[in-house]
C-alpha cells in the first residue's frame, strides 16, 4: 500500500483526494455524505486517500474569489471520525500557520497512532499572519515525529519565475519529506521542467530523487476554468480553448487529464523518477464527482498497462508494520 510504495520508491501509487464536508452542515449531513464517499471509494483501485485542508486564500490573490470560501470540517477530526470504515491509509493535509507549537507538537503524537500521513502546508502568502512558519513545523516534526511519512507540496507554476520549485523540493527532502504531491496539473511543460531540474540536480550532487504524486481534476463548467485560475493553476492557451468550445466541458477535461497523465507516465519512467497520481474530487455535482471516479479508473489501467503498477479491484488493510 502507500507506506510501503514510498518508502521503497516504487511507482504507480494511485490516491483518491477529497474535501471534508462543510463545517455549517448537520452531524446528520455531514453523515450521509460521508456514507456515500465510502460506498464509492471503497470499490476504487487505490493506495490511499487525501483528506485536504482549505484555507481561505483570499489574501493571496486580489480577484473576487468565483465560489465563495465556506470552512468545512477539521480534516483530521473527518478522517477519524466518519472516514474509518475505509481500511486504507489517509494523506492529511495540514495548515500549520493556524496552529500553535503545542497544537502542532500534540498533533504530531497523535496522528502516530493513526494509519496516517501527513502533508504539511504553508500560508497561502507572505502577508498572512500565521502562528508557525512552515519550516518551524518541520522542526516540531523532526522532534515528536517517531514512524509516520511526512509530505510536501509541489507547484510548477513557481517554477516560472524563479526556477527554483525544484530547489525548493530538496530542502523540504533534507527537513523530513518524502513524497509530494502537486497542484492540479493542466499544464504538463511546467511540470517537466520541475522534474528536469529537480532530476539533473539529484544526480550531480547524489541525492535520491522523492516520489512525486501528480494531482489530476476533472473541470465540468467555465466558471471552474476561472475558479482554477485565480488558484494559480495555469492552462495552456490551447487547453483552455479546447474546454471553452466543447460541448461537454467535463468529457473534455476527462480526455485532457488522461492524455497528461500519459505523457508524465513516459517522462517519468524514461528518467527513472518514482511517481503516482492523485484523483480531486472536491466538487458536491454528482456528474463531477462520477467523472472522478471514472478517472480513477482509467488512470488505473494507464499505469497498468504501462507496468508502473499491478492493479487491485480491492482495498486491503493496511497494517503498517
Given at each position: 500500500m502507500f507506506f510501503d510504495k514510498v518508502k521503497n520508491k516504487q511507482s504507480g501509487i494511485l490516491l483518491y483526494g477529497i474535501t471534508p464536508p462543510k463545517a455549517q452542515?448537520?452531524?446528520?449531513?455531514?453523515?450521509?455524505?460521508?456514507?456515500?464517499?465510502?460506498?464509492?471509494?471503497?470499490?476504487?483501485?487505490?493506495d490511499g486517500m487525501v483528506i485536504y485542508?482549505?484555507?481561505?486564500?483570499?489574501?493571496?490573490?486580489?480577484?473576487?474569489?468565483?465560489?465563495?470560501?465556506?470552512?468545512?470540517i477539521d480534516a483530521y477530526n473527518y478522517t477519524t471520525s466518519y472516514l474509518h470504515e475505509l481500511a486504507i491509509p489517509?494523506?492529511?493535509?495540514?495548515?500549520?500557520?493556524?496552529?500553535?507549537?503545542?497544537?502542532?507538537?500534540?498533533?504530531?503524537?497523535?496522528?502516530?497512532?493513526?494509519?496516517?500521513?501527513?502533508?504539511?502546508?504553508?500560508a497561502p502568502s507572505r502577508d498572512q499572519v500565521t502562528q508557525l512558519r512552515l519550516s518551524e513545523a518541520y522542526d516540531i516534526w523532526n522532534t515528536h515525529n517517531q514512524n509516520a511519512l511526512l509530505g510536501g507540496v509541489t507547484i510548477s507554476e513557481r517554477h516560472q519565475s524563479g526556477r527554483s520549485e525544484h530547489l525548493k523540493i530538496v530542502q523540504?527532502?533534507?527537513?523530513?519529506?518524502?513524497?509530494?504531491i502537486s497542484q492540479c496539473v493542466y499544464n504538463v511543460e511546467y511540470t517537466k521542467n520541475v522534474l528536469s531540474d529537480l532530476y539533473f540536480y539529484c544526480q550531480s550532487h547524489q541525492r535520491p530523487i522523492p516520489t512525486i504524486i501528480f494531482t489530476l481534476t476533472t473541470c465540468g463548467s467555465i466558471k471552474t476554468i476561472d475558479f482554477m485560475e485565480w488558484l494559480g493553476i495555469?492552462?495552456?492557451?490551447?487547453?483552455?480553448?479546447?474546454?471553452?468550445?466543447?460541448?461537454?466541458?467535463?468529457?473534455?477535461?476527462?480526455?485532457?487529464?488522461?492524455?497528461i497523465a500519459n505523457e508524465l507516465v513516459a517522462f517519468c519512467k524514461d528518467k527513472g523518477i518514482p511517481f503516482g497520481f492523485n484523483v480531486e474530487s472536491v466538487?458536491?455535482?454528482?456528474?463531477?464527482?462520477?467523472?472522478s471516479l471514472y478517472l480513477v479508473k482509467e488512470v488505473d489501467k494507464i499505469l497498468t498497462t504501462s507496468g508502473a503498477r499491478i492493479s487491485t479491484n480491492s482495498l486491503v488493510t493496511d497494517t503498517r508494520a
Open positions: 452542515n448537520t452531524s446528520e449531513k455531514t453523515l450521509e455524505i460521508s456514507q456515500k464517499r465510502i460506498a464509492h471509494i471503497q470499490s476504487l483501485p487505490i485542508d482549505l484555507q481561505d486564500e483570499s489574501n493571496r490573490n486580489s480577484q473576487e474569489r468565483p465560489f465563495p470560501f465556506l470552512p468545512t489517509k494523506i492529511i493535509y495540514r495548515s500549520v500557520g493556524k496552529l500553535s507549537e503545542e497544537d502542532l507538537s500534540t498533533w504530531v503524537q497523535d496522528i502516530q497512532q493513526q494509519p496516517c500521513a501527513t502533508v504539511f502546508v504553508g523540504k527532502m533534507e527537513a523530513g519529506c518524502s513524497f509530494f495555469h492552462m495552456p492557451i490551447w487547453l483552455k480553448n479546447e474546454l471553452a468550445n466543447c460541448q461537454n466541458i467535463l468529457q473534455r477535461s476527462v480526455e485532457l487529464s488522461l492524455h466538487s458536491i455535482r454528482k456528474d463531477e464527482i462520477e467523472a
